[in-house]
């Protein structure tokens, strides 16, 4: 099992967030976040005084699944998180030792994505 | 006979207070002069409210907004209605007022105390009709921006209001309210505050804005479905419905132009009850339709309430103003769900300000009442009355006219500015939003600059002093 964690433009997300959906792949997190690389800050005027932003709003992906799905999700998040201006995010892959569904107890890779019986039910 | 005693109870009053300032000169002050200024005080103070609505449109339109866009809403509001004051005084009241040729208005230009309009020298009485006008002419270009939220350049600003309040808007105010052309269709134009005069023609150009910008990046899908671009804050938005229905008291009451015959009250009345009855409209017509009562549709519902009973508030008798709000509000809710399918109108002032515009002014052809239409002066009884047509038949041409003159004019504008200094921004500032790409700064400076770089990154000089 891998955690795949990506930081990117926000309007890279609900593409993303489409193909992995008819990939197979619904389960997943987001969060807003902010951060700072090779992109310039922003820099606001307030009645006459400046205000330099380093730290950029950008939205982080998380999500885990088997080993052999990692290649498909890290092509899906490049895919459409790529612009080709500087800003356009990183791309993380880690291991992780256990998973576990809180609802019924049930563990491993098994519980990682949909039930497979849960596609119709929404 | 009540009103005879309060004009000499008024009038005496006044005569105890002026008596001081005019003891110098040989006659007293008369029961007319005291009725004029009576007059002149109400135009003023409904001037006053009419101006307040610029509020309720600048916090309708940013509730509406994502917060991205909010500084932006107010920086709007201010320049539009800072040059179009100027560009009024300097010609735009002259073309609307300055004489009673078919087409347009030709004295009053650069108005001042003495200057020639319309064969007079002005006068402060004729100061409160310019003053009171031109909040009219500043509600019509307000109308016209709603529209245009979260996409447009911020030079298209100056350069439209430029345009519209000193020709477009004074072109149709002369038709409609300065003996122009619509006194001339049939027995006059019933349009009392201006529900074609003032609403259609800014929903008209807002129109016209819409289809040169085009949608808003995301409002539609890949197959054309439109999807919601849910605005930042509600109650700012009912805020400003709020505002403009106190302002549309002054916006209708203040049409009558004085006190004579306490007319201006009836006004008043039957202006809320076109309100409520917008406002039912749209419950109802939710109910039929989405079964959620959607705040920001109830609001519109009262927006398109107030717009349907302006043309008839001077005309109509109590009984009708629920019913032409009502239907007001229904239009209101199927008019958005039908042009959101088509034209990105982020707070659906085509629908609430074109649609229910023309319903109210066609309303007056169904409801004028015989003894309003006298008093008045202008046009027949409707429908209801047994007017027959007629009336109809003049209230239709008058939208016509105003729909196609008003959408040629501003359609030649916009497309000046767009191929000009260009009408709209940057994908990439329209993400990022209008606060940050135009005007350098966030409307919420706390949702998009890091506390932490807020507050720590400074010169460390900063101490607590506790």
Redesign the interface.
Request: glycine letters at 0%; a neutral charge.
């Given at each position: 099992m891998k955690k795949i964690e990506a930081y990117l433009r926000?309007?890279a997300f609900e593409p993303i967030r489409l193909e992995l959906l008819s990939l197979g792949f619904p389960s997943l997190t987001i969060s807003e976040v902010?951060g700072s690389g090779r992109q310039k800050g922003?820099?606001?005027?307030?009645r006459g005084a400046e205000?330099t932003?380093?730290?950029r709003?950008k939205i982080k992906l998380e999500c885990v699944v088997a080993d052999r799905d990692v290649q498909t999700i890290v092509d899906t998040v490049l895919k459409h998180g790529r612009t080709g201006q500087v800003g356009d995010g990183k791309v993380f892959v880690t291991p992780v030792d256990e998973a576990y569904r809180v609802r019924t107890g049930e563990a491993g890779e098994e519980i990682l994505q949909a039930h497979p019986d849960a596609a119709a039910t929404s | 006979m009540k009103r005879t005693l309060m004009r000499a109870v008024a009038g005496t009053f006044a005569a105890a207070l002026l008596v001081p300032a005019v003891a110098a000169a040989q006659d007293g002050p008369t029961i007319e002069t005291v009725a004029g200024e009576l007059n002149v005080t109400w135009v003023l103070v409904a001037t006053v409210l009419v101006f307040f609505m610029q509020a309720g449109f600048a916090l309708l339109e940013i509730g509406f907004s994502r917060g991205k866009n909010a500084g932006t809403g107010i920086a709007k509001i201010l320049v539009n209605f800072a040059i179009a004051s100027v560009v009024w005084w300097a010609f735009g009241f002259a073309f609307a007022f300055g004489g009673d040729g078919w087409l347009l208005g030709d004295s009053g230009f650069l108005f001042q105390y003495g200057r020639d309009v319309a064969g007079e020298g002005a006068t402060g009485e004729t100061a409160s009709f310019f003053i009171f006008q031109f909040m009219f002419a500043a509600v019509s270009l307000a109308i016209v921006w709603g529209s245009t939220l979260e996409r447009i350049k911020f030079v298209a600003y100056p350069i439209f209001a430029v345009v519209f309040a000193g020709f477009i808007y004074p072109l149709i105010a002369h038709w409609g309210f300065g003996g122009g052309l619509f006194a001339e269709i049939g027995d006059g134009v019933q349009d009392f505050a201006g529900s074609s005069v003032v609403h259609l023609t800014g929903a008209t150009a807002a129109l016209s804005a819409c289809l040169f910008l085009g949608p808003r990046r995301g409002k539609y899908d890949a197959d054309g479905t439109p999807r919601a671009i849910p605005g930042h804050s509600m109650p700012l938005f009912g805020l400003g419905v709020v505002i403009l229905w106190l302002g549309w008291f002054g916006f209708n009451g203040g049409s009558t132009l004085g006190t004579g015959g306490n007319s201006f009250a009836e006004v008043v009345s039957v202006t809320n009850l076109g309100a409520a009855g917008g406002v039912i409209g749209a419950i109802v017509a939710l109910g039929l339709t989405v079964k959620k009562m959607d705040v920001g549709m109830i609001g519109n519902g009262a927006i398109a309430g107030l717009v349907a009973i302006t043309a008839p508030s001077g005309y109509v008798e109590f009984w009708a103003a629920p019913i032409i709000g009502l239907v007001g509000g229904i239009i209101v809710v199927y008019g958005v769900f039908a042009i959101d399918k088509y034209i990105d109108d982020p707070i659906g002032a085509t629908s609430a300000h074109g649609l229910a515009g023309i319903w109210g002014t066609l309303a007056c052809g169904i409801f004028t009442s015989p003894r309003l239409a006298e008093s008045v002066g202008i046009g027949n009884e409707g429908l209801v009355y047994g007017g027959g047509l007629k009336q109809l038949g003049v209230q239709a041409a008058a939208v016509g006219l105003t729909f196609v003159t008003v959408f040629v004019l501003s359609s030649i504008t916009f497309a000046a500015i767009k191929a000009t200094v260009g009408l709209r921004v940057s994908p990439e500032e329209e993400d990022a939003g209008l606060d940050i790409s135009d005007h350098g700064m966030y409307g919420y400076p706390e949702q998009f600059i890091p506390t932490a770089e807020l507050y720590t990154a400074g010169d460390g000089k900063t101490e607590v002093v506790a």
């Open positions: 926000h309007e902010k922003i820099t606001e005027r307030y205000l932003n380093y730290l709003p | -």
